[in-house]
């Protein structure tokens, strides 16, 4: 299944980036982590997606995501 000519799990990639690129904008840390776990979580689907699977996107990104996870959750 394609839209404009591109498959639709390029474009989950291309709003995976789009939202880990995005997420560096924003002013506060928590709210980059959110928005990066988001991204993450994308890239992790993305990953579980091609043909073969991507263990790096899929390791990385999941990696990152607990990390972000963590900060979040932490009590300072």
């Given at each position: ?46 990953g579980f997606m091609l043909?073969?699977l991507s263990k790096p ?10 990390i972000n996870s963590y ?6």
């Amino acid at each position: 299944m394609e839209f404009l000519g591109i498959s639709y799990i390029e474009w989950i990639g291309y709003a995976a980036m789009a939202t880990v690129l995005i997420s560096f904008l924003m002013k506060s840390v928590n709210k980059l982590r959110i928005v990066n776990s988001f991204g993450c979580l994308l890239f992790v689907f993305y990953g579980f997606m091609l043909e073969p699977l991507s263990k790096p996107i899929i390791i990385t990104n999941t990696a990152i995501f607990f990390i972000n996870s963590y900060y979040l959750l932490k009590k300072h």
